[in-house]
């Protein structure tokens, strides 16, 4: 830790550090003059910065490049958040940060954008739980409706169904025809096995793939829980590929994080599209549905920590879908679509040749 002269001043809670420090972030406090009071190690980093005096010439470069996010303008007296692109020598720090009026001054809190922190993680092993508990019942209905065709179908061949035509059921043509619905079906059977064994790829690396996968896998992982609140869920999907680099597996956490906390804000018989299209020069998917989000809950999503009191149910999981677009050097947006209806729009740069 470095701390400045003026930190004798200014009491410094250990939690609060502590808790900084865990989450990745990094700590600046102000006094009631806007000087600097104290930063931790980590704000040193994010800044590269040596000691305290430094701090305080970066922090007056910081504030010139600071843009305000969620919906809110830079007020001294509300906490603000805000994203910055740094430059430092030999390099860019792509900065989500937030500032909080305290009694006597200000806390800062810095997160490098491109990072995710170890409650980060934990959250998105616990979200990643969440949608395989989903992913589990859209398979094990698949799986049901293939055992019950065979089912059926074997009945036939075995001659146990009542009735005149009974026993043409056994005879060709019929006999063919079924002996085929059960291969089909058997091969149904073991293309979702096959999902339920690939469907936790918790490991999977950063990679070229076509984000268009990204956008099929979440709409069957959404199909259960979407038809249980009735919400109509659609896809639109571009034609040709769409390749980007990246985290699959946590990119498509990330819709589903939003998907989920829309399918169950929404009211009954709304609709939800999931698209994938090239945007610019880049790639995008957007999650559109029809139903309003809250101030409080849009400003939300662009804050820094977790688990405030009086901000919307489901703000953490749209936060860190945020957290984990931008960890994947994507674009997180939020915007108003036509109506009362609400559009996520993820960005990402086209995978290079």
Known sequence: MERSAACGNTPVSGALDALATRMGLGLLLLDSNGRHAFSNRTLLDLLGCRDGDAVARRWAELQAVMEPQGGAPMSESASRAFTAVLPLEGATRFLRGEIRPTVGGSEVFLKDRRSLGELDIELL???RMREWIHQCEALVHDAN???????LTLELLDGEWSGQSASEQVREPYRRNHVNVVRDNLEKLKGTLRQLVSAHDAAAASAVFDLRDVVKEAAFTLRMPSRRRRIDLRSQIA?????VNGNRVRIRQALVNVALCRVEDLAERSGLTLEANASGEGFEIVCR?????AEAGRAGIFRVLFAESGVAAGTDALRLARAIVESEAGEFQVRNDAGPGTAFRFLFPQAAD
């Open 125 to 127: 092993c616990a979200s």
């Open 145 to 151: 409706g293939a055992l019950n065709t065979i089912q």
């Open 289 to 293: 549905d029809e139903g309003p989000l």
């Open 239 to 243: 034609d040709r590929a769409l390749p």
